[in-house]
């Protein structure tokens, strides 16, 4: 029996698991939107908007507490192990013009990454659209714009897939129907 046991299994060992959920991470840093599992989503979640919250915390501190902000910052990197994605999330090195992800969430207490489920017999299908609609997914990747049709399998599928993304702004209110998907995979 699993009484008062946390978390997913994923059929995985501690420490698969471990690295699944930084690596996820990174990826959705990076990135800010990648399509996975409903399942890998939902355990990511916690830990993404927790390292969001960890930065946010340290931007606070940045100018008056150094050492705190230091503290912060390496309780990020010690979690991810990226030191890019760590510099993109408190917007140090080539961000500290634009401003990272944490500053991007300065205004706004919770709910930073959104799940939008693709659905149906086909995976491209978002939830809510009609069925004989299929998205294509835009990206860019390595300085080309791409375009990917998401038709998947119908037969043979084990797990939903999912669009995991962070949230565009402070005050996000966009239905899932006028949301165009786009993914970047590297």
């Not at 690596?23 to 927790?50: D, M, P, Q």
């Amino acid at each position: 029996m699993r009484h008062r046991m946390r978390g997913r299994h994923l059929s995985r060992t501690a420490a698969h698991r471990k690295s699944l959920r930084q690596n996820i991470t990174n990826s959705l840093f990076t990135y800010g939107r990648i399509v996975t599992t409903v399942e890998k989503a939902k355990e990511t979640k916690s830990f993404a908007e927790k390292l969001i919250t960890i930065a946010k915390k340290g931007l606070l501190k940045k100018d008056a507490d150094r050492p705190g902000y230091v503290h912060c910052y390496r309780q990020v990197l010690a979690k991810l192990r990226n030191t890019d994605v760590t510099r993109k999330l408190f917007g140090e090195g080539q961000w500290r013009e634009s401003g990272g992800i944490a500053q991007r969430f300065a205004s706004r207490n919770g709910g930073y990454t959104r799940i939008l489920k693709l659905s149906g017999t086909r995976l491209g299908v978002l939830s809510g659209s009609s069925v004989g609609k299929i998205p294509e997914l835009e990206y860019r990747m390595e300085g080309r714009d791409r375009k990917l049709r998401m038709l998947g399998r119908r037969l043979n599928d084990n797990a939903s897939r999912v669009i995991f993304e962070l949230v565009s702004g402070s005050t996000e209110t966009q239905a899932v129907e006028q949301v165009k998907p786009a993914v970047t995979t590297g």
